[in-house]
């Protein structure tokens, strides 16, 4: 059976500023079958930003369970991974959830998996899916040898990352948190820039 394949998210703090940066690609073998779908999310009046890789339904069931944790503990970002991971790993039907996601807020990106880790980088870097070690070496690249903002160096990164990843398109979304680009979840889709 075909399984629905690949994404990349990458998310980049710099000056003050996170920016999370997901490609827009849905694979289902060797096929695409949709270019255009939207794999980042604000969250928390636009204070918290998400992107998610794997299976799209289990994603979305983790997200709505981190949100539900983001609002019991008053936007305490690391607290609602913690107990987001917890859930997932300790629950008989989240355990076989098949997603990564990356959490961030204009101070912190978290990185949360299935295996119960929550991951705080030693960079302000972060990436996960199929081009998620391209992206994050791009980054890394980027943020140690330019001046770029946080917004430019995901949004490159992510095309770096497309050019090697099959699974990986061009069509970058990128959200901002912090510095002068914060995102309002009440206004509007987020940009879609190629």
Excluded: C
Excluded at 48 to 59: E, I, K, P, Q, R
Excluded at 135 to 163: K, P, S, V
Excluded at 185 to 190: D, S
Aim: charged share 20%; hydrophobic share 45%.
């Amino acid at each position: 059976m075909n399984r629905m394949h690949g994404t990349t998210i990458v998310a980049v703090s710099r000056g003050g500023t996170t920016a999370i940066a997901g490609d827009g690609q849905v694979t289902l073998g060797e096929t695409i079958v949709k270019r255009g779908a939207v794999k980042v999310r604000p969250l928390a009046d636009g204070t918290v930003l998400t992107g998610f890789a794997g299976a799209v339904s289990d994603a979305f069931t983790l997200l709505e369970k981190f949100e539900g944790y983001l609002d019991s503990t008053k936007g305490n970002l690391l607290r609602a991974a913690v107990e987001t991971v917890k859930e997932w790993r300790t629950d008989r039907a989240l355990r076989n959830l098949e997603a990564m996601l990356i959490v961030a807020d204009a101070d912190q990106i978290l990185t949360l998996s299935g295996a119960g880790d929550v991951i705080a980088p030693d960079e302000p870097v972060a990436a996960v899916g199929s081009g998620g070690a391209y992206a994050q070496a791009a980054a890394l690249a980027l943020l140690r040898h330019t001046d770029m903002g946080a917004e430019e160096i995901a949004r490159r990164a992510l095309l770096i990352a497309a050019e090697i990843d099959i699974y990986t398109s061009g069509n970058a979304t990128v959200l901002t948190v912090g510095g002068q680009d914060d995102v309002d979840a009440g206004e509007g889709e987020p940009e879609v820039q190629p």
